[in-house]
């Protein structure tokens, strides 16, 4: 099945950049996902990429996607300490109503 | 905005009993889903469930798992006998058809689940 990885832990000073980064294995995903996920909150969807588009840039995130590499990243410009939260990417299986398989999720620290 | 709604949003049940977790996904959706996230664990697939029946179910959804949707509204997961390891939090998502997708699969805010 999809294996979907993510590096555990960033720590980042506020007004920096974050880079968090995604592995998978299928690649016949058309939409990949990240998801926000506060302390005690549910999953709240971020953002999309439409898996034909190598960049999408929505306000302070930019979506990178290298489909040769099977790899995901989501750059969070200007990071703020309300940034400071569990992302996690999350990848559809194939098939109609295809699960969708989350990473471990990146554990974010913004820091003053 | 549409939102999937969570009842209760947590539930503190002894070992051995049954507990129903209850979903209300969006009305327009036709995909439903529930997942669990042990705490501090990844977020794990359980069923998915289209056109009145399951669509999907992962090692983790045996028999003592099932889902009902008895009113055209409501989702549910059963749990019929919890143990110990049922403890997590239980997210139902639902979304919509393929083109909808890029609105992504939108989920509730969750059902913390403690077995004592």
């Known amino acids: 099945g999809e294996d979907v990885e993510q590096s555990l832990f960033l720590s980042v000073r506020e007004g920096d950049s974050s880079v968090i980064n995604c592995t998978y294995t299928?690649?016949?995903?058309?939409?990949l996902y990240w998801y926000k996920q506060e302390p005690g909150a549910g999953l709240q969807l971020l953002t999309y990429?439409?898996?034909?588009?190598d960049m999408k840039q929505d306000q302070r995130l930019t979506v990178l996607l290298n489909k040769k590499d099977k790899h995901l990243s989501l750059r969070i410009a200007d990071t703020q300490t309300g940034d400071s939260a569990i992302y996690f990417c999350?990848?559809?299986?194939?098939?109609?109503?295809?699960?969708?398989?989350f990473g471990t999720g990146t554990r974010l620290q913004v820091t003053l | 905005e549409p939102e999937v709604t969570q009842t209760p949003s947590h539930q503190v049940t002894q070992m051995g009993q049954e507990v129903i977790l209850r979903c209300v996904p969006i009305?327009?959706?036709?995909?439903f889903y529930w997942y669990r996230q042990i705490l501090g664990q990844k977020v794990e697939f359980l069923v998915s469930?289209?056109?009145?029946?399951?669509?999907?179910k992962s090692e983790i959804f045996d028999d003592q798992f099932s889902v009902e949707r008895p009113d055209g509204s409501n989702f549910t997961l059963k749990i019929r006998s919890t143990k110990l390891e049922d403890s997590a939090m239980y997210f139902c998502?639902?979304?919509?058809?393929?083109?909808?997708?890029?609105?992504?699969?939108?989920f509730g805010s969750g059902t913390r689940l403690t077995v004592v």
């Open positions: 299928d690649s016949s995903s058309t939409y």
């Open positions: 999350a990848v559809p299986n194939t098939g109609t109503a295809s699960k969708l398989t």
């Open positions: 998502a639902s979304s919509g058809d393929i083109r909808q997708r890029m609105e992504g699969y939108t």
């Open positions: 009305s327009n959706h036709l995909y």
């Open positions: 990429i439409f898996s034909n588009m």
């Open positions: 469930f289209y056109n009145n029946e399951i669509s999907e």
